[in-house]
């Protein structure tokens, strides 16, 4: 009987255990299936907040990447919304799944200096047009890059076509003319691939094209063939100027004359009531040109009013031609320093100045420069000049966005001829040591 109760308890404990052992696993396997669901559903809820639209999604499918960006931040949520969703998204299964469905993930950190920083953007970015662009919330498009140009202006001096009837026709400007067969192309053809690299081409028109046959009652008095305007347009010449002492040398007939052959050849013209404005690709440049042979009153206010009135009508640079200073003489003159100077200090962006015959200084005044005297250059009034120098003066206007930024020049040496023993009228660049010569000449005229 002992026995027997003492199987029996055995049994009952053993029953027990199992028992036990039953409750504590259903147990353990209850808290598991809850922490799963509850994971479950932490990386769903993640999933949704880390994927902000649909729309966003198909969008960067479709367009790429920077198309979707520029959608997402205009019409969905501001930079600091954004940045607070995707600092709740941190899971990193979430973090997973978002990535293989919108693109890479931005840390939180990162995401909320990038809107710190977009917003001071926003805030000093600037276009073009000198207006606010905004790149954040309602930007069009992207902001534009900035835009930069640079016009080049080249100048040379004294252009005399034709001849003083009273000197004899041998070795003159037509004779040479007619040894070339009439080729108006001959009298710039060392020069013009420069002038074609320009943007304008200025010289200084010191005769007349006409066929009038009175003169003016003084010493040298200048005549060139209507036909003769052909050497200017294919010597590449953009613009003249009228305003020195032998556009009368036939009176007004001759004067008159000559701005209507200019005018039919398209050729501009500037000086005395005349002037001159060229659209350089938007950039517009107005040119004056005056007889100066004082500093008084009245000059000055000439001067100031002509500079003035390019304004008025939009000239973005303006240009003042003078026709002054002492023949053949290699420095300035009180006179062509005073107006100079006033003409940059009313305005001007760059002195030209033609008359002496030879070659002057250059000044820079308050960053303008003054071309004191361009010297000769086709000159048909003289058939073997002493002192052949001449120079093409090149001068470089850089703006970026519209605004003149900066400028430079140089100086191209050259002479009068392409020969040394007389004037053929066909000026020619210098090279090697002529060349250093020449520049050397300019720099030191260019000291007073």
């Known amino acids: 009987m002992k026995k027997n109760r003492l199987s029996l308890g055995i049994i009952i404990l053993a029953e027990v255990i199992i028992l036990a052992v039953f409750f504590i696993y259903t147990a353990i396997?209850?808290?598991?299936?809850?922490?799963?669901a509850g994971l479950s559903e932490t990386i769903a809820e993640a999933k949704d907040e880390a994927e902000p639209s649909d729309a966003k999604a198909e969008t960067k499918g479709e367009s790429g990447p920077s198309d979707a960006k520029a959608e997402a931040e205009s019409e969905s949520e501001p930079s600091d919304t954004k940045a607070e969703a995707k600092g709740e998204s941190e899971l990193s299964d979430a973090k997973a799944e978002a990535e293989s469905e919108s693109g890479p993930s931005v840390n939180p950190s990162e995401a909320k200096g990038k809107a710190e920083t977009q917003d001071d953007l926003n805030e000093t970015r600037q276009n073009s047009t000198g207006e606010i662009s905004y790149a954040g919330e309602g930007d069009e498009g992207p902001v534009p890059k900035d835009v930069y140009d640079t016009i080049t202006i080249s100048a040379a001096g004294d252009v005399t076509l034709g001849r003083d009837?009273?000197?004899?026709?041998?070795?003159?400007f037509d004779h040479e003319y007619e040894k070339q067969g009439k080729d108006f192309?001959?009298?710039?053809?060392?020069?013009?691939?420069?002038?074609?690299?320009?943007?304008?081409t200025i010289v200084n028109l010191e005769t007349t094209l006409t066929n009038a046959d009175k003169p003016a009652e003084k010493k040298f008095r200048f005549r060139a063939d209507p036909s003769?305007?052909?050497?200017?347009?294919?010597?590449?010449?953009?613009?003249?100027?009228?305003?020195?002492?032998?556009?009368?040398?036939?009176?007004?007939?001759?004067?008159d004359d000559t701005i209507s052959t200019l005018k039919e050849a398209n050729v501009a013209y500037f000086g005395y009531e005349h002037s001159y404005i060229a659209d350089i690709r938007g950039i517009k440049i107005g040119i004056i040109g005056y007889v100066c042979w004082n500093a008084g009153k009245d000059m000055k206010k000439t001067v100031a009013d002509g500079i003035e009135g390019l304004k008025n009508e939009g000239a973005d640079l303006v240009i003042v031609m003078f026709h002054w200073g002492i023949e053949n003489d290699y420095y300035p003159d009180a006179v062509q320093k005073t107006m100079a100077r006033f003409a940059i200090d009313n305005g001007a962006d760059l002195v030209l100045g033609a008359h002496p015959h030879v070659l002057q200084g250059i000044e820079e005044y308050n960053g303008k420069s003054i071309v004191y005297?361009?010297?000769?250059?086709?000159?048909?009034?003289?058939?073997?000049?002493k002192d052949k120098d001449t120079m093409i003066y090149i001068h470089r206007f850089n703006f970026k966005n519209g605004e003149l930024e900066s400028q430079e020049h140089e100086v191209i040496?050259?002479?009068?001829?392409?020969?040394?023993?007389?004037?053929?009228?066909?000026p020619t660049p210098l090279e090697g040591s002529e060349a250093e010569r020449v520049l050397n000449k300019i720099k030191k005229y260019s000291d007073f």
Not at 165 to 170: A, L, M, R, S, T
Not at 373 to 385: A, E, H, M, T, V
């Open 165 to 172: 009837k009273n000197y004899g026709y041998e070795r003159s």
């Open 185 to 200: 192309s001959y009298f710039f053809s060392n020069v013009r691939h420069i002038f074609e690299a320009d943007d304008l």
């Open 29 to 36: 396997n209850k808290d598991r299936d809850t922490d799963a």
């Open 373 to 385: 005297s361009l010297g000769n250059f086709c000159f048909g009034g003289n058939k073997n000049p």
């Open 228 to 255: 003769y305007v052909e050497i200017l347009k294919q010597g590449n010449i953009e613009a003249v100027s009228i305003a020195n002492n032998h556009t009368l040398d036939y009176l007004q007939k001759g004067y």
């Open 413 to 426: 040496p050259c002479s009068v001829s392409s020969v040394k023993n007389r004037n053929n009228y066909r």
